[in-house]
């Protein structure tokens, strides 16, 4: 199984940024896809998360702001992160685990490699 994220970038205040996630060696279908980030000196979080039948589950820090979806077809999974605030700045991770969506990194098997987002004030 891989996970390979991409997307990041830097991006003003404000500004808007789309994050994929392409899977290959599982389908999304079966699988929950959550995003997390990690910045420097902190621990990783929990971001969003979109289970097997396509319930979405946000953190309230970026509730209102991101939009998580899947796209079966395609086996992809996207983070629209819209109004980016410099406190969103982090490395990106896409990661999988089975059915059902978690707050908890420690519940997801698979991860992607990570996609550095940069917003400046």
């Known amino acids: 199984v891989q996970l390979q994220a991409s997307g990041g970038g830097l991006v003003q205040a404000g500004g808007s940024l789309r994050l994929s996630c392409a899977a290959s060696?599982?389908?999304?279908?079966?699988?929950?896809a959550g995003w997390f980030r990690q910045a420097p000196g902190k621990e990783r979080e929990f971001v969003a998360a979109?289970?097997?039948?396509?319930?979405?589950l946000y953190a309230d820090s970026v509730k209102g702001r991101f939009t998580i979806s899947r796209d079966s077809a395609k086996n992809m999974v996207y983070l629209q992160m819209n109004s980016l605030k410099p406190e969103d700045t982090a490395v990106y991770y896409c990661?999988?685990?089975?059915?059902?969506?978690?707050?908890?990194?420690?519940?997801?098997?698979?991860w992607g490699q990570g996609t550095k987002v940069t917003v400046s004030s």
């Open positions: 990661a999988a685990r089975s059915l059902w969506s978690s707050r908890d990194p420690s519940m997801y098997k698979y």
């Open positions: 979109v289970n097997w039948i396509g319930d979405a």
């Open positions: 060696g599982l389908t999304f279908r079966n699988y929950a």
